[in-house]
């Protein structure tokens, strides 16, 4: 018997453009561990993107145009293609300097998928996933030098994305998953 | 992969302006810190970072720029911020940013702020 639980956000996953709730994924996938195996689609069609980019900061700005051209596609608006093109950026730099730890032997596989006035992007790497989330950075304390600068990639993506999800494995390592819905709710 | 930022400063009576061409990222550290350091010998007590529209600025970047603000309220400086883009002046008060320098839409309007 499986014992993983669903999240709450598994609760609303995609699967042929449609949402999905989890009973139907589980019949579908046969578990929920299956189910989170295949966060990465396996299939191409007009509403899926693929995108494998080198484990080397600065390519995560092909992501960034990619998102930008398929969002414009669905008439995302202006202020909306600039929370997907910084939420796909922090997470690709995440998967690089983080899950691939710089392994230049590494990748980074990104999907986009619209679905029901929606973008989800799943961003993943070849790590061990994500041990542990920081708290959300506290400027008062960065900037008296009591707390280093870092955590600002996650806590914007937090804040940005309409669902988020950490640590889905995916083959040969782990991904995030997001969400952008076209109009902010 | 090599950042392509430029800065060029500009005073304006005891107000310096960085003026940052291109992005900022983690790349742009030494150009950044290179440059703020120059304000301190300029003994600027006014200090405008002039971010382009279409800068590209990821956590990096915000990163340098909060340590740039820690060096202003250590030197008992003051600093502003001008010509962000919407997008990032939401990312900036996101961050807190904005608790520590003020975003104005054009120097002379910052200049203009930091008077009082």
Known sequence: ?185 | MKENTDIKLQQMGNATIMDIRGDITSYSESILKAAFRQTLNQDARKIILKIEKFAYINSGGIALIIQILYQVKENKQIAAIAGLSEHFKKIFDMVGITKFAKIYDTVEEALEGLKG
Do not use: W
Request: aromatic share 6%; glycine share 4%; with cysteine.
């Open chain 1, 1 to 185: 018997m499986d014992q993983i639980k669903p999240t709450n956000l598994e609760k609303n996953l995609y699967f042929n453009n449609k949402l999905q709730t989890t009973d139907t994924l589980i019949k579908l996938y046969g578990s929920i561990r299956v189910m989170r195996e295949k966060a990465m689609p396996t299939h191409l069609n007009e509403r899926i993107i693929k995108l494998s980019l080198p484990n080397v900061i600065g390519y995560e700005r092909i992501a960034m145009a990619s998102l930008a051209s398929f969002a414009k596609m669905y008439d995302f608006a202006p202020d909306r293609i600039e929370d997907l093109k910084t939420v796909v950026a922090e997470a690709a730099i995440n998967a690089m300097e983080h899950g691939n730890q710089g392994r230049p032997d590494a990748q980074v596989n990104i999907a986009f998928q619209y679905c029901d006035d929606a973008i989800q992007i799943i961003v993943a790497d070849q790590g061990e996933g994500i041990k542990k989330v920081l708290p959300d950075p506290d400027i008062e304390r960065i900037v008296s030098e009591i707390d280093p600068p870092v955590g600002f990639g996650l806590y914007l993506i937090r804040q940005l994305a309409n669902e988020v999800e950490f640590n889905l494995e995916v083959d040969q390592g782990h991904c995030l998953r997001m969400v952008i819905k076209k109009v902010q709710a």
